[in-house]
């Protein structure tokens, strides 16, 4: 009976606690500066074309092949506004098979993919598989539109 | 007139089938259980509904890109796997880890076994059919640590952190505080868990002498972790064979005696505890430097060669053999699960029990699917 009257009593004690629960999709809590959700590429806001060379290193070791590159000559260069000779030309990365595994971002020389930190990677279900296959222009559009936060450079 | 045949009611026995969809089999694991009224004559364990070819994968792709799929076998002590891996491939191509990786390594790795056992705490008393209550209080303190995982790692499950060599970058600076700061709830934790199960009479009479197994038994099933030490055979790789810096640490193994469901849970709670105080112990001896080693070759390349390396973790021995013939990719990766060992044991420990045991000793094995099918 002493060990039912010890149960009773730590469920007692619990209930007095504060909760440490949130309701998630009206509140939202603070997704860590490492935080790894999805791969994204950035956008060098100084010549306004993407850090991304086109360079398939990514594409190499991705472990789960879930990566397509693309590689172009780059006007701007002809134009001498970038010292970039070739540029991505497209680019899809298919979330539904990306495993987060940072791999990507640790072979890119050109530091052009990262993972991205906030919520927007997280909250991506969608009705059809193919919608989670994302191009170029919508890999860019986080940090084109800077709703990314500064995130450690690994 | 009564049929002579109806005095003489026959029994038979009936087959059972549990799983894959059964909501207590711990994943998707089917048995199909043979009962004569309410006991157990027979089990037959299926396997395999999660196979995903980790083992295969893990050959066709060199040696960090394949640290991903070592997360995915056992899902519930992940560092772990990676640093059986790593350490197979550090030995593999003589790579010297810097003492700080190997600290970091061992606080990770040991709260880890304490999230592990965390789960096993609360999935238990849900087994017994009684504490919904432990699960949430088990994953309460679960959270906790899997917030540091998640601030130090960057991902909540999958973390992919451990590389050969090293790690993928060092810990954040608030790491020390932020697990200090766990450590006394999850302390209050484990106090509560004890609290509502260890001396509560329902939980005594559903665990004590069910699903026994003596340690000579044990030792011939090939049992290891816990399992096999509630059996009272004293046997932790961390104390028997050393690895990484277990042993500059002051610890104890928790043993049970009689190898029943009582005992493995005993030494489960006990077990947590105890890597708490490793846990403190790595903290206060943590040094500072380097968290990859000096001279790390941009590919890696094995030469010919075989190695086995083991760790103890939080389900028992989970060994990686590798063998290469050169190259940057294994030729033969094979893991050794410590719950396939574990769970080929469940006939001898189900048979003779109440098919309501059934579920809570296959609980106490603490099966991951995805180690055992890999
Ligand atoms: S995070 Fe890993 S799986 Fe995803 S795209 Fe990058 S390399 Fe591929
Ligand atoms: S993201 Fe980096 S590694 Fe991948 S193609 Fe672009 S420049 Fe190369």
Redesign the pocket.
């Known amino acids: 009976m002493i060990g039912i009257f010890k149960s009773m009593y730590i469920t007692f004690a619990t209930m007095l606690r504060t909760p440490v629960t949130i309701e998630y999709p009206a509140k939202h809590r603070d997704v860590p500066q490492r935080d790894r959700a999805f791969p994204i ?1 950035l956008w060098d806001k100084e010549v306004d074309e ?10 190499r070791a991705c472990p789960v092949e879930c ?1 397509t ?1 693309t ?1 172009k000559d780059n006007p701007l260069h002809a134009d001498e506004k970038s010292t970039r000779r070739k540029i ?1 030309d497209e ?1 899809w990365i298919d979330y539904g098979r990306c495993m987060r595994c940072n791999i ?1 971002v640790e ?7 990262a993972m991205n930190n906030t919520w927007a990677g997280h909250e991506l279900s969608k009705f059809d598989r193919n919608d989670l296959v994302l191009d170029l222009q919508q890999l860019l559009s986080q940090h084109k539109q800077d709703k990314i936060d500064a995130w450690v450079a690994e | 007139m009564v049929q002579e045949h109806e005095l003489e009611p026959e029994t038979v026995d009936i087959g059972v089938n549990m799983g894959p969809q059964h909501p207590s089999t711990h994943g998707v694991f089917r048995m199909v259980l043979t009962i004569d009224g309410e006991r157990v004559v027979d089990v037959e364990p299926h396997i395999g509904y999660m196979h995903r070819g980790a083992e295969k994968l893990s050959e066709s792709m060199d040696y960090r890109a394949a640290i991903g799929f070592q997360d995915r076998t056992d899902y519930l002590a992940q560092f772990m796997n990676e640093q059986a891996y790593c350490m197979a491939v550090e030995e593999l191509l003589e790579l010297e880890v810097p003492e700080r990786s190997e600290y970091i390594r061992v606080i990770l790795c040991e709260l880890n076994r304490v999230t592990s056992h965390l789960m096993f705490l609360g999935a238990f008393g849900i087994d017994l059919g009684y504490f919904g209550t432990s699960f949430t209080y088990g994953f309460r303190e679960r959270e906790r640590i899997q917030d540091i995982f998640e601030e130090v790692t960057g991902d909540r499950l999958m973390y992919a952190y451990f590389r050969p060599g090293g790690l993928a970058w060092d810990v954040p600076d608030n790491f020390v505080q932020m697990v200090r700061d766990v450590l006394p709830h999850t302390r209050q934790g484990l106090k509560d868990l004890d609290l509502l199960m260890t001396q509560n009479e329902i939980v005594a009479v559903r665990t004590k002498g069910i699903g026994a197994m003596s340690a000579e038994e044990s030792i011939n099933w090939g049992l290891s972790g816990p399992l096999l030490r509630a059996a009272g055979v004293d046997w932790d790789l961390r104390k028997d064979k050393p690895y990484s810096i277990y042993d500059r640490f002051d610890y104890d193994i928790p043993l049970g005696s009689h190898g029943d469901l009582f005992d493995r849970f005993l030494v489960r709670l006990e077990e947590a505890r105890q890597s708490l105080c490793i846990v403190e112990q790595a903290l206060d001896q943590l040094p500072d430097g380097p968290i990859m080693p000096e001279k790390m070759p941009r590919r890696l390349r094995g030469p010919e060669a075989e190695v086995y390396t083991a760790v103890e973790g939080a389900r028992g021995e989970y060994g990686v053999y590798l063998v290469s013939k050169g190259g940057d990719k294994p030729y033969r990766l094979k893991m050794r699960s410590p719950s396939f060992c574990n769970l080929s044991a469940l006939r001898d420990m189900t048979v003779g029990s109440y098919v309501a045991d059934a579920v809570a000793i296959l609980g106490s094995i603490d099966i991951v699917l995805g180690c055992v099918d890999r």
Request: glycine letters at 4%; one cysteine or more.
């Open positions: 590429l993407p850090f991304c060379t086109g360079c398939h290193a990514c594409e990566m590159v590689m991505v680019f990507c072979v890119c020389n050109f530091e052009a993919i």
